[in-house]
């Protein structure tokens, strides 16, 4: 039932072609969240490669600068 609402929160957006993949994703990004806030889960964008190289990180994660 999660997904089927993800899905269907997905159906507008740039993504809809990959919704079942995001879907998934974000049900298993609300499910490790216990106890915390929905409002931790942020999404970062890089540049470079396909929408569906997207991974679900769980922790913080940090971009690496080099200076």
Same mark, same amino acid.
């Given at each position: 039932?999660?997904?089927?609402? !993800?899905?269907?929160?997905?159906?507008?957006?740039? =993504? *809809? %072609?990959?919704?079942?993949?995001? +879907?998934?994703?974000?049900?298993?990004?609300?499910?490790?969240?216990?106890?915390? !806030?929905?409002?931790?889960?942020?999404?970062?964008? =890089? *540049? %470079?490669?396909?929408?569906?190289? +997207?991974?679900?990180?769980?922790?913080?994660?940090?971009?690496?600068?080099?200076?």
């Amino acid at each position: 039932m999660l997904i089927n609402c !993800a899905s269907t929160s997905l159906n507008s957006k740039l =993504v *809809s %072609g990959d919704k079942v993949f995001f +879907s998934n994703m974000l049900v298993d990004a609300i499910e490790n969240i216990e106890g915390f !806030a929905a409002g931790t889960i942020s999404v970062r964008q =890089v *540049s %470079g490669g396909s929408i569906t190289e +997207s991974t679900l990180v769980n922790g913080v994660a940090f971009k690496k600068c080099f200076s």
